[in-house]
């Protein structure tokens, strides 16, 4: 299959939506063709398969194919297609110390087909057109950030005209934000970064008020903290938005998503109302909770290092192994959040950080 | 805090040379052929396999005896000085005899110290209190190990351990007042020459990596080869793989968190993708891994047996390599620089780095040695100078 008829396939599947059947075997032909193009085309996936000692050609099963290591993306293009054909690059937030995890994109089409797909079923599943109001700038202020893009995107697609970014290249005013929602008479999306969500709710504290946000109003948030701002759990985070902006548990969702791929994930509490932990991949990604040396599944129930295959990755590489600890659960997976590393149990500080290095 | 009352008098009932006679019987017991206290310490301690700790702390508890004590004494208290009551120490990290040096210090500075251990190795300080009481109950009722962060506020010094950010705060909530030392985040690096036959090297700067799987501020995070005559890098990488096979079963690595190994495996993807690398690694195992750099770049630091051997031209590569690290770099253990030995120091101290030592002794500092650059008793106590004569 070609690079071109392998796209076709899974745009097709992409446009069947998230509740299209998950179908393993065609999942199965679609990632071992894949898998076998990107080693073909990719002279550094090629070379990480040699260093493990993986035979690509004995490749059977879409689980056998090698998940690559996040910052091993760092380190090496491992993109398919001539540098010169990129049209957009996405780069990770940078502000854990070292290099930026990236994403080039020679072409968008499925890239949007997958974040559109499963933004419409996840957030707004119950409406053409919404208000949209954004804690993050647009893509025009942050055009490496695939958040950014991500919103940008939603917006075009499923916002109206009011719908607004609140934040701006240079940052962005509290208070404006709260008149903003203060005034709003309609539902909206309210859809942001972790941590702009706690600078809202510290603002709303340190002003002794409380929000009422229309019904139908849902809450969209994702990316943790960064240390941009104090830490809380998923559960205290929704709890304050709850509190303070007087939007049901029910009407708020996380997402989970990297730079390094072109599919994002999200509870699917608008679909079903109820309120939960557990994330949904869409039938064009499948997600697997490994040991990280083997990369082999771990025992049912049990945690491990999620590594996520995603059929709309075909630019680049389609199996990554992230750094988040979690754990498969009925209809999805649970998310704990970044692994413990090196810095916990010894006193050699992981250099990079102190470098501020690469 | 009652218990630094307690403390303190406990300590006011010592005189110098018990202290000295206490640290010097209880190391002695911890080194003594099938020491309880080591074989117990080697059992829980979780992060080490038991012969990693069983050797680590018999080979670095060498030297550290009443003689040393007394002079270390000696030398560095002789003047008038106040000696704080209660010093808390705030420990970090995993490793035992850097906790062991931690509390006998201020002890051996004639204060009483109370604890607390590191999250990543609750046993070491503990064990250590337990063998000092049982040694002398007097001496060890000077010692207290516990988890109040209210001693950072009430005891008469205080000295912590940790990253930059941690000893910040704390130096912060000491505030001016109180004697303070801070002990952050270093990283060390092995400098390899021309003169030493690069098995007889590999096997050193093994030793070096294996003693606390890398996880240390004295573990090499790089070595650097001098790659003269050309191919002398590769070598060393080859032979380092001999190494590290031949520690596999004497010192086998500990078991790795998810995260850890989830870090590791990140080294090894990083380095199998970097142009002209050349990885070894243990077969079908995390173990240990080699990887050999094509030219001068600097690859991350290595850790949990990740060691990345960096060929560099000369001397002066090899301390632009180091320059950027200060003021983070802490030792350059060394092998085969013969008479280049003086521009070697010359490099690691202007890159400033406060220890200088044989490959293979890496994580054998002496009780003595200036930690960080810092004296290991005057910073401890505050001085009183007496100038002039009585009137």
Known sequence: MTRAELEREVLGWIAEGVTAPTDDARFEALALALFQLQIERGAAYRRLCAAFGCDPRSVRHWREIPAVPTGALKEARFAIFPPEATLRTFRSSGTSAGARGELELDDLSLYDASLEATFRAFICPDAERLRFLVLAPSAADAPDSSLSYMFSRAVERMGTATSRFLVGADGWEPDQAIAELAAAREPVVLAGTAFAFVHLLDRLEARGETLALPAGTRVMETGGFKGRSRELTREELHGEIEAKLGVPLTRIVNQYGMCELATQFYEPTLRTGVYGDVKQAPPWVRVRVVDPVTQKDVAGGERGVLAICDLANTGSVLALLTSDLGELAEGGFRIFGRLRGAEARGCSLAADALLGAR | ?391
Not at chain 2, 50 to 74: D, F, T
Not at chain 2, 302 to 325: H, K, N, Q, T, Y
Not at chain 2, 334 to 351: D, M, P, T
């Open chain 2, 1 to 391: 805090m009652r218990e630094l009352a307690e403390l303190a008098a406990a300590r006011d009932a010592l005189d110098p040379r018990r202290v000295i006679r206490a640290l010097a019987e209880t190391f002695e017991r911890w080194r003594a052929p099938g020491s309880p206290e080591r074989v117990r310490l080697a059992r829980e301690h979780g992060v080490y396999s038991a012969p990693v700790v069983e050797r680590g702390v018999k080979l670095a508890l060498a030297g550290w005896n009443e003689e040393s004590l007394a002079s270390l004494r000696a030398r560095e208290l002789s003047d008038p000085c106040w000696v704080p009551p209660v010093t808390a120490v705030w420990l970090a990290g995993s490793i035992p005899t850097a906790a062991f040096s931690a509390l006998a210090l201020p002890l051996l500075a004639g204060s009483a110290v109370y604890a607390k251990p590191a999250s990543a190795d609750p046993v070491s300080a503990r064990l250590f209190a337990a063998s000092l009481a049982e040694t002398d109950p007097a001496v060890g009722a000077a010692l207290a190990v516990g988890s109040d962060s209210k001693a950072l506020d009430d005891a008469d010094a205080v000295v912590a351990h940790g990253s930059d950010a941690t000893i910040a705060l704390v130096r912060a909530r000491v505030g001016p007042g109180r004697p303070f030392v801070g002990y952050g985040h270093k990283l060390s690096v092995a400098a390899i020459g021309p003169a030493i036959e690069p098995l007889v090297a590999a096997r050193r700067l093994a030793l070096d990596v294996a003693l606390w799987d890398g996880r240390g501020c004295l573990s090499p995070a790089w070595a650097l080869a001098l790659d003269a005559p050309r191919g002398r890098a590769a070598e060393l990488a080859r032979a380092l793989a001999t190494a590290f096979e031949e520690l596999e079963d004497e010192l086998p690595r500990g078991k790795l968190e998810p995260g850890e190994a989830s870090e590791l495996v990140e080294l090894r993807a990083r380095a199998a993708v970097r142009d002209g690398t050349r990885l070894e690694m243990a077969a079908g195992a995390s173990t240990w891994t080699v990887a050999l750099e094509s030219g001068e770049v600097r690859p991350p630091p290595g850790i949990f047996r990740f060691l990345s051997v960096v060929p560099v031209a000369d001397v002066e590569s090899l301390g632009r390599f180091c320059a950027p690290l200060a003021p983070h770099l802490s030792c350059v253990g060394h092998a085969g620089f013969g008479a280049e030995r003086g521009r070697l120091a010359a490099f690691a101290a202007a890159a400033g780095a406060s220890r200088l030592c044989p490959l293979g002794r890496m994580q054998l500092p002496p009780l003595d040695w200036n930690h960080d650059g810092q004296p290991p008793l005057r910073g401890l106590v505050r001085w009183l100078d007496v100038e002039g004569a009585e009137i």
